[in-house]
């Protein structure tokens, strides 16, 4: 039986590269979920976060500070991406991504459910030999109660 071929977009699969980019995808989803706003915007150092209303961090932070609600200084959010695929171009040094992203919220008065699901695509751009997140689009399949979530 032979391996199962998952088509590559951008050359010739780079492991590395990828691991890289899958852990800053998980590392945004650890930060929102513990209200490390600081470290979400560190993220978005090279990019542009689809919600702020220009590139780099300072951007990020203000919109984070402006529209995510807190309860007792936590989110009491859980982000999960699945079905990740990542397409790395090492030449250009270029990535896209493609992935599922379900958001799950829980507090006393509101038990645990999912407040959205969506698909999240972007790209990635190496500077000085780190990838960096460059865009991301947000696309909302299903949208639950996010009104503890954010504002406006």
């Known amino acids: 039986m032979s391996p199962v071929e998952i088509p590559q ?13 899958w852990r800053t995808l998980c590392a945004y989803c ?12 560190r993220l978005w150092k090279h990019g542009t976060w689809p919600f702020a209303d220009g590139p780099g961090p300072e951007p990020v932070r203000r919109w984070l500070d402006d529209h995510v ?15 990740v695929v990542i397409d790395v171009d090492e030449d250009s040094g270029s990535a896209s991504f493609t992935s599922c992203a379900s958001i799950w919220q829980a507090l006393a008065d509101f ?16 500077v000085d030999g780190r990838w960096w997140w460059k865009t991301l689009e947000v696309i909302p399949d299903l949208t639950g109660d996010t009104s503890r979530h954010v504002r406006g």
């Open 69 to 83: 609600i807190l309860h007792d200084g936590q989110t009491h959010t859980k982000h999960q991406l699945t079905n």
């Open 30 to 41: 650890e930060a929102i979920d513990t209200a490390d706003f600081d470290g979400v915007a």
């Open 9 to 21: 977009a951008l050359g010739k699969p780079s492991y590395d590269s990828e691991k890289e980019i």
């Open 111 to 126: 038990p645990l459910q999912p407040i959205i699901y969506a698909r999240f695509n972007g790209t990635f751009e190496r």
